[in-house]
Each structure stands twice: as structure tokens, then as C-alpha cells.
């Protein structure tokens, strides 16, 4: 059986429910078989795969969870909110957590890089941190409307950002220096951005429900333009080996396309597949081969 014959086969494993709110981030977590998410409830909550019953409480924020970043060799967390706060949540000690009042509106995006994270937020500007810290270093107002997605290609040493403004930005790495933009990219927001496993190419997703693909250069083009959904592209997500790519809508519904052609492999909905029931808001696709996603229905669905 061809891995596309396989790929069509992708089903409802297990859904993960407790959240008294739509839930905004799914995230891997260290320890291999689990994830994290993050809610409008406030809550971050540990799963494990395989006792899917057995949420966790871990962290608790006074608003709802926009963004989470698990900070690599911490037992520290990046977490969002709606209001523009950051919060600094020590696992150990989740009761020390530190929140800082930075974006003056929602943190849509956090994105780590080495010793840095760095936040997007609904202020449209990008903020750089001390990790270890958690010191703000730099800001730089890239757009007067809101970064919705952040995404990093370390062969590029680049960031690719989404935002509202229907722009895509290319920023150096290194000092954030603007290297290139891609004005309307699309007919309204750009509300998420990913390199593809080579970083040839980006791709992105936006409120005007289309999914295109970018080929980098000096000069990025679109070679794909499709009409995914039929409203917006919440979130991209691609398989571990890069052959898939997963989108996320407002309209209920995941779709999973092969990326050598862009063909569509398999619509995951309510009647067929018994999957949400309300938008669809973040991804997952773990290295183990399973598909996360969350919802405002409150639930995840882990698809296999």
C-alpha cells in the first residue's frame, strides 16, 4: 500500500476533553508520548497518549491562553494571553509564574531560537527575550496590524511572519533585520506560516481560506494557490517526513494534502469522522506519526 492509500486512512484514535474552553495550542511536550495545551480557560494541561483520561493540571493563567512555547533544557514554559501578557511559568514552581504586560493586545505567537524566544503580538511588533531570564531585549514594530504566525528556518537562518496587515515578512534571524516582505500575500489576514522540510519553500494560510505555496529565492512567487476551506486557515501543520501538510479551519474541518503535488489525500469532519464540531484552532504532527488537533469544542482529537 502507497504511503498517500495510507495517509487516506488517517482516523479518529482518541479525543482528549476537561477544558472549560476553546483550546488555542497544542504543543509537544519533552517527554516523548505526551503534549501540552492551552486554552481559554487559562489552563495549561500535560496528556499522555497512551491514559488519555488522565489530563494534567500544570499552570494556571488568570485569561485565555493564546501561544505556548516549551523552552528547551528548562522546565520552563513561554505562555500568551489575550490581553498581550507574557507569562514565564516555572513548571516546578508553576505558583512563581511571572506575567509581564508587554503586547498591548493578544500574543498570537512564540517561537524559540536558541537562547531567545521571541513573541508576536497584536500590536505588530516582534519582541526578542533572554530565555534564561526572561528579559525583553529588542522590539521592532514590523506592522501596524497583528503577527499572527511565526515560523523559523535555521538552513535560511530566517523567520517568516504572518500578519494582518495581509503581509508575509522575511527577518534575519540574527539581528531582525527586514530581508524581504510579501505584500498581499492574501486577500486578509495571514494567520499562519511554515518552511517546508527543505526550505525551498513556505508555505501559509490565511482568513481568506486559501492555502498557497511560496518558492524562496530573491524574489518569492506563488506556485500554488488553492481554495482549502471555505473559511479561515487557523493553522499548518507538516508530517514528520514532510510529504503531508495538514490544514486547520474555521470551517470544522482538517484536510490533508500531499505537498509534491498539492493534491488533497483526505478531509477529516464531523459526520464521517466524528471530528469537530466547532473551528478548528491548532495542529500538532508528532514525530511518532499521530495528528493533534484542538478546537473550540473544547476537545482534542488525536488522529492516527
Known sequence: MDKAAVMNQLKKKVQLTGHNGSIFSVIADQQAGHILSGA?????????????????????????????????GQNRMVVGNM????HWVDLDAPDNTRNIAHHQKGVYAIHQIGDHVLTGGGDGIIT???????????SLQLSTSAIRGIDFSPQRNELAIGASDHSIYFLDATDL???????????????????STDDQYLYSGGRDAQLKVWELGTSPKAVV???AHWYTINDLALSPDGAYLATGSRDKTLRIWRTSD??????????????HVNSVNSLL??????????????RLIVWQ
Not at 45 to 72: H, N, Y
Not at 262 to 275: I, N, P, S, T, Y
Open 285 to 298: 504532527w508528532l514525530p511518532s506519526g499521530e495528528l493533534i488537533s484542538a478546537s473550540d469544542d473544547r
Open 225 to 227: 494557490e488553492k481554495a
Open 40 to 72: 481559554g480557560d487559562g489552563w495549561v494541561v500535560r496528556w499522555s497518549l497512551a491514559e488519555p483520561d488522565l489530563g494534567k493540571l500544570i499552570a494556571k493563567v488568570e485569561t485565555q491562553i493564546f501561544s505556548m512555547c516549551l523552552l528547551a
Open 177 to 195: 533585520s527586514l530581508k524581504r516582505s510579501i505584500p498581499k500575500a492574501h486577500d486578509s489576514s495571514v494567520f499562519c506560516v511554515r518552511y
Open 262 to 275: 498539492f493534491q488533497l489525500v483526505k478531509a477529516l469532519e464531523v459526520v464521517r469522522d466524528q471530528g
Open 83 to 86: 490581553n498581550g501578557g507574557v
Open 128 to 138: 526578542r527575550w533572554d530565555s534564561l531570564s526572561g528579559k525583553s531585549l529588542e
